[in-house]
């Protein structure tokens, strides 16, 4: 069974800097792809960032491309999304996400697993 559990979130102003993290298990993850997206009230869920294990490549949102980055730990299972220069309308849940594929979509619906979800509240 594959685990995905998100940790990291929080309360910051407008400027500062926060970083999730993504640990998963439950599989050798070096044939997925993994990715962040966020969801604020009342909006549909948006693809934020993913990265491929093998290589790896990156991708971002135009929304966020310059101010955040996605890395990996392989060895750890680990994603993390490091969030600089946040802004208040990246006010969200944001959710770690796996899809069995070494290609990367922006497509929430191309991800096989979730975990719960951190919140990130940016204050003005």
């Known amino acids: 069974q594959v685990q995905l559990v998100e940790s990291g979130g929080g309360l910051v102003q407008a400027g500062g800097s926060l970083r999730l993290s993504c640990a998963a298990s439950g599989r050798t993850f070096s044939n997925y792809a993994m990715g962040w997206f966020r969801q604020a009230p009342g909006k549909e869920r948006e693809f934020v960032a993913a990265?491929?294990?093998?290589?790896?490549?990156?991708y971002y949102a135009d929304s966020v491309k310059g101010r955040f980055t996605i890395l990996s730990n392989n060895a750890k299972n680990t994603v993390y999304l490091q969030m600089n220069s946040l802004r208040p309308e990246d006010t969200a849940t944001y959710y770690c996400a796996a899809r069995w594929d070494r290609n990367y979509s922006p497509n929430s619906n191309a991800y096989d697993y979730w975990g719960q979800g951190t919140q990130v509240t940016v204050s003005s």
């Open positions: 990265i491929t294990w093998s290589g790896p490549s990156t």
